[in-house]
């Protein structure tokens, strides 16, 4: 039973190798997005009537990418603000430590996956 114990708490908490690692996950995140942001901007912009209503529906979708990236961006930068205020792996809901596989997956994760499908139930 204890080694089960032990086992559930090396699970859940982050060693500092972890940390630094997930920090360096997120950094990479972040330049990658801040790039998909450049392209997107860089695209040109048609001026031929034809050409820009047979754009209109890329234009939708680079708009919605760009939404979808800086939502990403942001909850990415918001994640390394809290390992530098040492407040990362709390969720925001029930306070208890987020499980370390699930940071893995979702570095940028603000609730344990117990409140957030609670969140996403709510919606």
């Not at 500092?16 to 998909?36: I, V």
């Not at 370390?100 to 609670?118: G, N, S, T």
């Amino acid at each position: 039973m204890v080694n089960n114990q032990i086992i559930g708490d090396r699970d859940t908490r982050l060693s500092p190798e972890d940390l630094a690692a997930l920090r360096d996950n997120l950094r990479e995140q972040r330049l990658f997005r801040e790039e998909q942001l450049r392209q997107i901007a860089a695209y040109p912009s048609r001026t031929d009537e034809s050409i820009q209503r047979r754009s209109a529906a890329q234009t939708e979708v680079r708009v919605k990418l760009a939404a979808s990236a800086r939502m990403v961006l942001a909850d990415v930068e918001a994640a390394l603000d809290r390992i530098a205020e040492g407040r990362y792996g709390n969720c925001h809901l029930c306070r208890r430590a987020i499980d370390r596989e699930r940071l893995v997956i979702v570095p940028q994760a603000r609730y344990c996956a117990r409140c957030q499908q609670v969140r996403e139930a709510g919606r």
